[in-house]
């Protein structure tokens, strides 16, 4: 069962904790500033340093989560068919909180639903063709 979960929810979930850890809640507005604040930096090869935030730290988790899921998505059982359902309510529910709440109109959560949005579209649009090949296939069989 736990295979028909959309896996982008662990991203999502992580910015709603991160952001709603925040005094104010979905009101607040720290969370742009929360999202910018760098947890560490990379020495690079140029003596330069590169400040990674918790930000990029959610997209580069949502951005190998996403990877996962089209992976996921070329299967043809009924768990994958569950999870597209539960991906696109976990767009609307992303879409929601972007729109109505003020704690995650932020370039990174924005990036997080363009993901589960992605994820929506590339599963339906590989359910739509694998079922078209499989009718087609079995048409010449006829």
């Given amino acids: 069962m736990f295979a028909a979960l959309p896996l982008l929810a662990l991203p999502v979930l992580a910015y709603n904790l991160a952001a709603l850890t925040l005094a104010g809640g979905f009101g607040s507005q720290e969370a742009a500033i929360r999202m910018s604040e760098p947890l ?4 690079m090869s140029n003596s330069a340093q590169w400040p990674v935030n918790l930000g990029d730290v959610m997209l ?11 992976l996921k998505s070329t299967t ?6 569950v999870n597209h359902a539960l991906s696109m309510l976990l ?3 992303c879409l929601v909180e972007f729109l109505l709440a003020p704690a995650f109109a ?6 997080l639903t363009v993901m589960v949005l992605l994820d929506v579209l590339a599963g339906f649009i590989v359910t739509i063709v694998s079922a078209r090949r499989d009718v087609d296939f079995g048409s010449d069989g006829a």
Avoid: W, Y
């Avoid at 560490?40 to 020495?43: D, L, V």
């Avoid at 043809?76 to 068919?81: E, K, Y």
């Avoid at 932020?106 to 990036?111: A, D, M, N, R």
């Fill in 91 to 93: 767009f609307v529910a």
């Fill in 40 to 43: 560490f930096s990379i020495a």
């Fill in 76 to 81: 043809s059982r009924r768990t994958a068919i």
């Fill in 60 to 70: 580069l988790v949502g951005l190998i989560v996403l990877f996962i899921e089209l």
């Fill in 106 to 111: 932020t370039s990174t959560f924005f990036l």
